[in-house]
């Protein structure tokens, strides 16, 4: 029996990849053209920018007029370049042929997505690279997920070890950055930070 290189679940018939794992790339792979757009939004100017009055001169403290954080994930070296890249491990590993980059940002990533979802399920069978591949994925939709929707800024932090009715509650426990404890959302039981370590090696 082979385990999940991603999550470390047992999988069926030696895949390297679990099939919830496979779903889960799949639907933020698919999610990412759409963050990307929203994302543009973030690169307009900021209201924020503070000029003298009489003077079009910004203040030397103003902020950036646009979120730098946003700058990484749409610019070189962000999201397109990262799936590219990995289009190109997966070709090269795999022996296919693939385009060089060509077009605008927009479409590169279109065609790089558009190329991982139809390989994904030959990448979740036997690639050593799949788990990292997946991972990187999840990583970036998060990242873009977090600006565009800051509610779902949230880490996951095991499974809930609450006894519910003489059984493990088990329900996924999110831990929100800068809230001192984790909360499970269906049985309300608290976890302080000191509990956190035990539930990672629980899960």
């Known amino acids: 029996m082979t385990t999940c290189l991603s999550c470390d679940t047992p999988t069926r018939y030696g895949a390297c990849l679990c099939r919830l794992c ?3 790339a799949d639907s933020c792979l698919r999610e990412l053209p759409g963050l990307y757009e929203v994302l543009e939004d973030w690169l307009r100017p900021s209201s924020q920018v503070s000029t003298a009055v009489g003077t079009r001169s910004a203040s030397p403290d103003a902020p950036m007029p646009v979120t730098e954080e946003v700058l990484d994930i749409r610019g070189p070296g962000g999201m397109v370049t990262v799936l590219e890249q990995w289009r190109q491990a997966w ?6 042929r693939w385009p060089a ?3 605008t940002y927009r479409g590169r990533l279109l065609r790089a997505v558009r190329a991982l979802r139809e ?7 036997a690639w050593p690279e799949a788990g990292q591949f997946v991972d990187e994925v999840r990583e970036h939709h998060a990242a873009a997920l977090s600006i565009v929707d800051p ?14 009715d003489g ?24 976890y302080p930070p000191a509990a956190w370590l035990d539930l990672a090696k629980a899960s």
């Open 167 to 190: 059984e493990v509650c088990g329900a996924v426990l999110r831990a929100m950055p800068g809230v001192p404890e984790i909360r499970c959302a269906w049985c309300a039981t608290a």
């Open 101 to 103: 980059p060509f077009g």
């Open 119 to 125: 390989q994904l399920p030959a990448m979740a069978q």
């Open 91 to 96: 070709c090269e590993d795999a022996g296919i």
């Open 151 to 164: 509610r779902e800024r949230t880490v996951r932090a095991g499974n809930c070890t609450a006894q519910v």
């Open 22 to 24: 496979v779903d889960r």
